[in-house]
């Protein structure tokens, strides 16, 4: 029985492993519900949650990624008050801070469509419409996942970021959208392990920063319209 219902979460500003923990619990959960029903053959609804955060300034690293496109050190970490993490989503490596709305759909996707390039277009297609909303024409660079500007020439540059895991068709990370964000901060890796493009942000490109509970709200539609999905909060 698909289950179109899903809890969206706001946590504000918070420690990217504290994030990660939590992640991992509402994880555990939903593929917990999910593995009960198959042995007992009951039809619970497997619970979904949206999630939008911040993090401080915090260097991450995919699995398929490589460490040498961080181009910090320890120290240098130390000084630009930023952690780094190697964690178990895909992709290479990318930054979150302050500014930056990240967003961890943990979703069933049995509820949804079970194609996960289905559920990557989807969550860009919806920071697609989100730009359009301020008037930035944004679309996809052939071959990368992610949300681009000007992806047919060479001003292409990149203003959100994804990388997803999915198990038992349970999703987990997310992506993350550059609103506010310090873009100094990308100066220090090569992200996503692409050298020769530029990272953006909506502020950057509209000169002026942005209401982040608006940026918020017109992404929480575009979701829950993309997916066809009823969003409610406890």
């Not at 053959?41 to 915090?58: A, D, M």
């Not at 959100?160 to 999915?166: F, L, N």
């Not at 100094?184 to 996503?192: A, K, L, V």
């Amino acid at each position: 029985m698909q289950n179109k219902k899903v809890e969206f979460i706001d946590w504000g500003l918070v420690d990217y492993q504290e994030a990660w923990d939590k992640q991992e619990q509402i994880f555990t959960r939903t593929v917990e519900v999910k593995q009960s029903n198959r042995l007992n053959e009951v039809h619970e609804p497997t619970p979904n949650s949206l999630i939008f955060t911040e993090h401080p300034h915090v260097y991450t690293l995919g699995k398929s990624g490589h460490q040498d496109y961080l181009l910090l050190d320890e120290a240098g970490l130390e000084e630009k008050n930023a952690s780094f993490y190697k964690i178990n989503r895909g992709g290479d490596i990318t930054y979150h801070g302050p500014g930056q709305l990240v967003g961890y759909p943990i979703l069933d996707l049995d509820n949804f469509f079970t194609d996960i390039h289905l559920y990557l277009r989807t969550l860009e297609e919806a920071i697609i419409r989100l730009c359009a909303d301020y008037g930035i024409a944004a679309g996809r660079y052939p071959g990368y996942t992610g949300v681009w500007l000007d992806a047919d020439n060479d001003k292409a540059r990149k203003v959100c970021a994804m990388g997803v895991r999915a198990s038992r068709w349970v999703t987990m990370h997310g992506f993350a959208l550059n609103v506010n964000a310090d873009l100094n901060y990308f100066g220090h890796i090569i992200p996503c392990g692409i050298e020769d493009k530029a990272v953006t942000s909506l502020e950057k490109e509209l000169g002026q920063p942005l209401v982040m509970s608006d940026v918020k709200e017109k992404l929480k539609k575009h979701i829950a319209d993309l997916f066809e999905m009823e969003l409610f909060q406890k």
